[in-house]
């Protein structure tokens, strides 16, 4: 019969006394020993790594990271999470953010990644001793005193995170920028020790808030508490050159404020609150942007009004070539007429000019909005035989990258509107409507998320601020949607075949010139 062997408990194994002897205070040496992080395959730590290392071994440090892309501050949450599990007992650690799913998809990943090069190296009797969960990390045999949790707390409940307490308590608040502040005294009031640790990490998504005063009032500069550090992505190690070149014509150059966000990690130089300014949109009108040899084609951009005082439905007409949001195929778009713009209830006579205004323009596109009465409009225009493209205005752009710079589909069309025009590739040759297109597009607020994505505010808050319904701006903006696709007209196709004509024409010419004695 088999002999059963003792399971040894932590604390029992001569082994960890001479581990946090060697590593309790030396966070830099644990991540290069203990997890891997060596010049193989470039993995060692970078600069700022070490520093963000130094800051925290220290007992009772309050350290904020503001950060832009690929700095690698989110491998450091993992090392600095074993580190910490690892080196004190019975300690107990708390990742928060805005969304759970944030720490399970990327927090965790991290912390699994270390585990297992734990177990490839030296250190795998120690990683025996771990267990990971899907919202914890604990030691065995100690799985109420010493472990790693995952909480976050709804927006108005900032008491679902006391609680907590212990000699080596060590908070960390990821995607800090959006945390309620309210939260921030919660977990704050937790810290009583000495000997707790608490580390703030995001990207600087807004001028204010409890992340924000870290940088400011309350950092070490301006006698407070906090160590504040910027990871400029153009210093990181990590960040090559293709990489921030492309972001860099992505978010349209170092002083726009995306680009000032996620790759300088700055809280960003905001003068304005609005997407555009009437000084902006004035060079727009009476101008041409699309010449006659550009493939283009006609959208027919439907926005449905409650049929309120202040809120219209808009019939606009305009013509469109290219697809990208920047670039040589970036969009063109003219404002060629406005069929419709009231304030009437009428959704039959809606529908009726829309699908009159779709005969009138060859293989015309016809984009509506489908919410609220939309839906009708849209069911009314389908029965009549029109291919409708509905604007799922509130929903997730489909494109994961486009997920990861907006809010929502609303937030992508009125931004790209915006740099379109700032481009100088945005022109209105119906200018019945100046002064209603002047008002609205440049009153569009915008702001950013905790996720520094773009979000646009919304139409009750616009309300609140005196700014009334940008209805005809919102229909103008869908030609900039990414599902605003056009088949090329039948005016702009004779007129290729014809420019294609010609040029056949001089090429022979030229050839027939070439050729002869």
């Given at each position: 019969m088999a002999v059963k062997t003792k399971t040894i408990a932590l604390l029992d194994d001569?082994?960890?006394?001479?581990?946090?002897?060697?590593?309790?205070?030396?966070?830099?040496?644990?991540?290069?020993?203990?997890?891997?992080?060596?010049?193989?395959?470039?993995?060692?730590?970078?600069?700022?790594?070490?520093?963000?290392?130094?800051?925290?071994?220290?007992?009772?440090?309050?350290?904020?990271?503001?950060?832009?892309?690929?700095?690698?501050?989110?491998?450091?949450?993992?090392?600095?999470?074993?580190?910490?599990?690892?080196?004190y007992a019975n300690s107990i650690m708390m990742f928060t953010a805005p969304q759970i799913t944030q720490l399970r998809n990327q927090v965790w990943k991290e912390i699994t990644i270390c585990y297992n090069l734990m177990m490839l190296g030296d250190f795998a009797w120690l990683a025996d001793y771990i267990e990971i969960k899907a919202e914890s990390v604990c030691?065995?045999?100690?799985?109420?005193?010493?472990?790693?949790?995952?909480?976050?707390?709804?927006?108005?409940?900032?008491?679902?995170?006391?609680?907590?307490?212990?000699?080596?308590?060590?908070?960390?608040?990821?995607?800090?920028?959006?945390?309620p502040d309210a939260n921030f005294g919660v977990m704050g009031g937790a810290l009583s020790d000495r000997r707790n640790r608490m580390v703030l990490t995001s990207q600087p998504t807004r001028n204010n808030g409890f992340f924000y005063d870290t940088h400011h009032r309350l950092s070490k500069q301006q006698g407070g508490v906090w160590d504040d550090l910027v990871?400029?992505?153009?210093?990181?190690?990590?960040?090559?050159?293709?990489?921030l070149q492309e972001k860099l014509i992505q978010y349209g150059g170092r002083d726009n404020p995306e680009y000032q966000i996620k790759v300088l990690g700055r809280f960003p130089d905001?003068?304005?609150?609005?997407?555009?300014?009437?000084?902006?949109?004035?060079?727009?009108?009476?101008r041409k942007v699309i010449t006659d040899n550009m493939n283009y084609g006609y959208l027919v951009c439907v926005d449905v009004g409650a049929g309120e005082y202040r809120d219209y439905s808009a019939v606009i007409v305009v013509?469109?070539?290219?697809?990208?949001?920047?670039?040589?195929?970036?969009?063109?778009?003219?404002?060629v007429d406005v069929p419709l713009f009231s304030n009437s209830r009428d959704l039959q006579f809606l529908g009726g000019k829309v699908l009159d205004v779709f005969t009138q323009y060859e293989n015309a596109t016809v984009l509506?909005?489908?919410?609220?009465?939309?839906?009708?409009?849209?069911?009314?225009?389908?029965?009549?035989?029109?291919?409708?493209?509905?604007?799922?205005?509130?929903?997730?752009?489909?494109?994961?990258?486009?997920?990861?710079?907006?809010?929502?589909?609303?937030?992508?069309?009125l931004y790209v509107l915006a740099r379109a025009i700032k481009e100088g590739r945005v022109g209105f040759l119906d200018e019945r409507y100046?002064?209603?297109?002047?008002?609205?597009?440049?009153?569009?607020?915008?702001?950013?998320?905790?996720?520094?994505?773009?979000?646009i505010m919304d139409k009750q808050s616009m309300l609140k601020d005196g700014i009334k319904s940008p209805d005809m701006w919102d229909a103008l903006s869908f030609a900039f949607l990414e599902s605003a696709y056009y088949t090329l007209s039948e005016e702009g196709r004779n007129r290729v075949q014809s420019h294609q004509s010609a040029d056949k024409a001089n090429i022979r010419a030229k050839l027939k010139a070439a050729l002869s004695p």
């Amino acid at each position: 019969m088999a002999v059963k062997t003792k399971t040894i408990a932590l604390l029992d194994d001569p082994r960890w006394w001479d581990f946090i002897e060697r590593y309790a205070y030396d966070l830099g040496r644990f991540a290069v020993e203990v997890c891997g992080m060596n010049d193989i395959d470039n993995k060692a730590p970078t600069w700022q790594q070490f520093e963000l290392f130094d800051l925290i071994q220290e007992n009772g440090c309050r350290v904020s990271v503001s950060s832009g892309h690929s700095t690698g501050k989110t491998r450091s949450a993992g090392v600095v999470a074993l580190w910490h599990l690892c080196c004190y007992a019975n300690s107990i650690m708390m990742f928060t953010a805005p969304q759970i799913t944030q720490l399970r998809n990327q927090v965790w990943k991290e912390i699994t990644i270390c585990y297992n090069l734990m177990m490839l190296g030296d250190f795998a009797w120690l990683a025996d001793y771990i267990e990971i969960k899907a919202e914890s990390v604990c030691m065995k045999g100690y799985q109420k005193t010493w472990y790693i949790l995952a909480k976050t707390a709804p927006k108005g409940a900032p008491e679902n995170l006391a609680g907590l307490h212990g000699d080596w308590l060590f908070i960390w608040a990821d995607e800090a920028s959006g945390v309620p502040d309210a939260n921030f005294g919660v977990m704050g009031g937790a810290l009583s020790d000495r000997r707790n640790r608490m580390v703030l990490t995001s990207q600087p998504t807004r001028n204010n808030g409890f992340f924000y005063d870290t940088h400011h009032r309350l950092s070490k500069q301006q006698g407070g508490v906090w160590d504040d550090l910027v990871f400029n992505s153009e210093e990181s190690p990590i960040a090559d050159d293709p990489f921030l070149q492309e972001k860099l014509i992505q978010y349209g150059g170092r002083d726009n404020p995306e680009y000032q966000i996620k790759v300088l990690g700055r809280f960003p130089d905001r003068t304005d609150i609005y997407l555009n300014s009437e000084s902006q949109l004035d060079p727009c009108f009476s101008r041409k942007v699309i010449t006659d040899n550009m493939n283009y084609g006609y959208l027919v951009c439907v926005d449905v009004g409650a049929g309120e005082y202040r809120d219209y439905s808009a019939v606009i007409v305009v013509r469109v070539c290219g697809y990208g949001e920047y670039g040589e195929d970036a969009r063109r778009m003219e404002l060629v007429d406005v069929p419709l713009f009231s304030n009437s209830r009428d959704l039959q006579f809606l529908g009726g000019k829309v699908l009159d205004v779709f005969t009138q323009y060859e293989n015309a596109t016809v984009l509506v909005d489908r919410g609220g009465m939309g839906v009708a409009v849209c069911q009314q225009l389908e029965n009549a035989g029109v291919p409708v493209t509905r604007v799922n205005w509130g929903d997730p752009c489909h494109n994961n990258d486009l997920r990861k710079r907006f809010f929502n589909q609303r937030a992508q069309a009125l931004y790209v509107l915006a740099r379109a025009i700032k481009e100088g590739r945005v022109g209105f040759l119906d200018e019945r409507y100046r002064t209603q297109l002047l008002q609205q597009g440049s009153r569009i607020p915008y702001t950013f998320d905790e996720k520094a994505r773009y979000k646009i505010m919304d139409k009750q808050s616009m309300l609140k601020d005196g700014i009334k319904s940008p209805d005809m701006w919102d229909a103008l903006s869908f030609a900039f949607l990414e599902s605003a696709y056009y088949t090329l007209s039948e005016e702009g196709r004779n007129r290729v075949q014809s420019h294609q004509s010609a040029d056949k024409a001089n090429i022979r010419a030229k050839l027939k010139a070439a050729l002869s004695p």
